[in-house]
């Protein structure tokens, strides 16, 4: 998981609880959203270095 990813994570959950604690439930869907961000963002991650890998293989022959 990138530093970007983990940033968003721990915003999101943060969002979250205190939407929960609050009842503000705009803050607690944010926190969620932002959440549901990073994780996209580390599988596009994941993705993009599978490829990366992919591509080296095939032109270091």
């Not at 721990?10 to 549901?36: C, F, H, Y």
């Not at 963002?41 to 490829?51: F, G, I, L, M």
Request: no cysteine; glycine share 6%; proline share 0%.
């Amino acid at each position: 998981m990138s530093v970007d990813s983990k940033k968003d994570m721990i915003k999101g959950k943060t969002n979250q609880a205190v939407g929960e604690a609050s009842g503000d439930d705009k803050k607690e869907l944010k926190g969620k959203a932002q959440e549901a961000m990073s994780k996209a963002k580390d599988k596009v991650d994941e993705t993009v270095d599978k490829v990366a890998k992919k591509v080296n293989e095939k032109t270091d022959k």
